[in-house]
């Protein structure tokens, strides 16, 4: 199992701190939260503060756009060295043209989700992406309640990538934990993302540990 904590749980005040706690623990990816508080009721953080921790992050960057119109920050966001550019189908009229933008900037390219859209969006192009994720909250906001229909959701996509002879990994944020995220590895998830099951925990690096020997 691959697990990217998202540092939108963390606490701020002392990011580079928890930084470096997440460069010491098993983790394999930061994920990196951008809202726009247009596609999503929220805003969190954006460049300025991305680029303040590249310096000291030793893992890959998994950056997940919650923003209108994401094309426009292919270049930026390949320019942090980013390792997966993650963009909502929902944002994106002209997916397959984005993708294709991501992937010659270099990063995997990542389309996600939100939980009331259903896997015929991507059919045509699930071959051509790299990584699918799926919501298992409404984007916007940590720790709400996961949706039990992800889970299904994930078998289904399962499917539909093995139907394709593809190679795309399925990634899975918002509601993962302990117990969500043993289903949702049973159903086929191959890197979940976990943010106040993470810094919500007594000690995160054990968190993370327990969900990367899920599968
Ligand atoms: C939600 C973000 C998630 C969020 C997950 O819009 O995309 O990455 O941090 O938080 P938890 O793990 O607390 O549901
Ligand atoms: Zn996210």
Known sequence: MIVSPSLLSADFANLRRDVEMLNESCCDWFHLDV???V???NISFGFPVIESI???ARKPLDVHLMVVKPERYVERVAALGAKVMNVHVEACPHLHRVVQQIKEAGMMAAVTLNPHTPLCSIEEVVADLDLVMLMGVNPGFGGQTFIE???EKTRR???LIESKGAK???EIDGGVN???GARLAEAGADILVAGSAVFGAGNPQEEIKYLKNLK
Do not use: H, K
């Open 35 to 37: 809202m726009d508080g």
């Open 39 to 41: 596609f999503v009721p």
């Open 54 to 56: 590249v310096p000291f």
């Open 149 to 151: 229909n992800t889970v």
């Open 157 to 159: 996509l399962r499917q």
């Open 168 to 170: 795309t990994l399925i």
């Open 178 to 180: 302990r117990d969500t």
